[in-house]
């Protein structure tokens, strides 16, 4: 049977629809919950700080969608953030698993790597999405979405930064197995992995201010990433549009597909 021809612009709208964005406070989780409510998603807010989540959930309503603020830690919170968006909203239809970097601001070489630090990389980059996707799976209805946030740094070798790409590296494959599991009922999962985008935690982290000229010259379409950029990507596939697309990596990176330049910290 021939499908119902509607407007192709009209499958990227969201109307009617609430999202739970995890760590979207700022950079990239609040260009996703702005691109969403810009779709026409209500949209649930989760991070630490609970100052940064009031400046998202403000651009949030600016944009004419409402806005529910849930700070914590993701790791403990997975279960309570689906069922608050449920009782507030009356549904879920979409998850972004954003939540991701390092606690642990000194990057070292994984040999010198300890337990704890490993572990600790683990649970912020890979058990919090394990167990946001599990909440969400609880809930979202036929059609419904999940995006996870990875790393290009999960599909090769990634010197100074082992326990992060391993995390990642594992949800990319978290994602294709639960994009399998979950097909049956309607459910899509897919992952975005973004390019340099020079947010506060990129810089941080990496160190690169200094240098963001060189890294730049790396990128073939000659510009860093704004978090917009992975922002559209993620209204995407979360958006009927993407009705045909699950277990996809998709990465936004400005044509660098291989690490033809290593970020190296300060002092190495």
Same mark, same amino acid.
């Given at each position: 049977?021939?499908?119902?021809?509607?407007?192709?612009?009209?499958?990227?709208?969201?109307?009617?629809?609430?999202? /739970?964005? !995890?760590?979207? @406070?700022?950079?990239? #989780?609040?260009?996703?919950?702005? #691109?969403?409510?810009?779709?026409?998603?209500? /949209?649930?807010?989760?991070? $630490?700080?609970?100052?940064?989540?009031?400046?998202?959930?403000?651009?949030? +309503?600016? $944009?004419?969608?409402?806005?529910?603020?849930?700070?914590?830690?993701? $790791?403990? &919170? *997975?279960? !309570? &953030?689906?069922?608050?968006?449920?009782?507030?909203?009356?549904?879920?239809?979409?998850?972004?698993?954003?939540?991701?970097?390092?606690?642990?601001?000194?990057?070292?070489? &994984?040999?010198?790597?300890?337990?704890? /630090?490993?572990?600790?990389?683990?649970?912020?980059?890979?058990?919090? *999405?394990?167990?946001?996707?599990?909440?969400?799976?609880? +809930?979202?209805?036929?059609?419904?979405?999940?995006?996870?946030?990875?790393?290009?740094?999960?599909?090769?070798?990634?010197?100074?930064?082992?326990?992060?790409?391993?995390?990642?590296? #594992?949800?990319?494959?978290?994602?294709?197995?639960?994009?399998?599991?979950?097909?049956?009922?309607?459910?899509?999962?897919?992952?975005?992995?973004?390019?340099?985008?020079?947010?506060? *935690?990129?810089?941080?982290?990496?160190?690169?201010?200094?240098?963001?000229?060189?890294?730049?010259?790396?990128?073939?379409? #000659?510009?860093?990433? +704004?978090?917009?950029?992975?922002?559209?990507? /993620?209204?995407?596939?979360?958006?009927?549009?993407?009705?045909?697309?699950?277990?996809?990596?998709?990465?936004?990176? @400005? @044509?660098?597909?291989?690490?033809?330049?290593?970020?190296?910290? $300060? @002092? !190495?």
């Amino acid at each position: 049977m021939e499908r119902r021809r509607v407007s192709l612009l009209e499958q990227f709208r969201l109307d009617g629809r609430v999202a /739970v964005v !995890t760590g979207s @406070g700022q950079g990239i #989780g609040r260009a996703i919950a702005w #691109g969403l409510a810009d779709a026409g998603c209500d /949209v649930v807010l989760n991070a $630490r700080r609970v100052a940064d989540l009031q400046v998202t959930a403000a651009g949030v +309503h600016e $944009r004419g969608r409402r806005a529910l603020v849930v700070d914590g830690d993701i $790791r403990s &919170l *997975a279960d !309570t &953030l689906a069922a608050r968006t449920v009782e507030t909203f009356g549904r879920l239809d979409v998850w972004v698993n954003n939540v991701g970097g390092s606690d642990d601001k000194t990057v070292r070489q &994984l040999v010198d790597t300890p337990d704890d /630090v490993f572990r600790a990389q683990l649970e912020l980059n890979l058990v919090s *999405a394990f167990q946001g996707c599990r909440a969400a799976a609880a +809930h979202l209805p036929d059609g419904g979405s999940i995006v996870n946030i990875t790393s290009g740094a999960g599909t090769r070798g990634s010197p100074w930064t082992g326990p992060y790409a391993a995390a990642k590296a #594992g949800l990319i494959n978290l994602t294709q197995t639960l994009a399998l599991e979950l097909a049956e009922r309607g459910i899509r999962v897919n992952a975005v992995s973004p390019g340099p985008v020079a947010t506060e *935690a990129f810089v941080e982290i990496l160190g690169v201010e200094e240098r963001l000229d060189e890294l730049t010259r790396t990128i073939p379409l #000659g510009r860093m990433g +704004h978090p917009d950029d992975i922002a559209a990507a /993620v209204v995407y596939l979360a958006s009927p549009a993407a009705a045909w697309v699950t277990g996809e990596h998709l990465l936004v990176a @400005g @044509g660098r597909t291989t690490r033809s330049y290593q970020y190296r910290p $300060r @002092g !190495t």
